[in-house]
């Protein structure tokens, strides 16, 4: 009985591993080069993000970073769901916070055909609005 289990599970695994194997490269495959010319352009794009969260231009910058069905997921608060609830959380925040994003860096990028994403680490000051005078660092 364990048999049929064993060789089902194998013949899974061996259909899984085969259906992530590399394609065989073509003509038109993008070289490692411009991969890499990719994930700069995408590290990049980080200064732009920067400049448009700190001049609280969230509506331009929700349409260039984000599509319609995107997950925002911050640390110690619940997933934002959809460009709306995102663009509603930025505007929340700013309302009762003055933030400055000093520096946006991307510690990991990765690309699979015309999806890329990163991850990494946002540093700067939250002041709460009314005690402009005292800053404190997140």
């Known amino acids: ?15 899984f591993a085969s259906s992530c194997q590399k394609p065989e490269r073509d003509a038109s495959a993008r070289p490692e080069e411009d991969a890499k010319a990719d994930i700069a352009s995408i590290k990049a794009l980080l200064v732009e993000w920067v400049n448009l969260y700190n001049a609280e231009d969230f509506e331009k910058l929700i349409s260039i970073f984000y599509k319609k069905n995107a997950i925002l997921m911050p640390p110690n608060a619940p997933a934002r ?21 000093d520096d946006s860096v991307a510690e990991d990028v990765r690309i699979c055909g015309d999806l890329a994403f990163a991850w990494g680490q946002d540093t700067g000051t939250t002041t709460p609005r009314g005690r402009e005078s005292r800053s404190s660092t997140v």
């Open 1 to 15: 009985m364990k048999k049929p289990t064993l060789f089902a599970l194998s013949a899974l695994l061996l259909c």
């Open 81 to 101: 769901r959809t460009q709306e609830e995102i663009l509603l959380s930025y505007r929340k925040d700013s309302e009762s916070n003055i933030q400055q994003v």
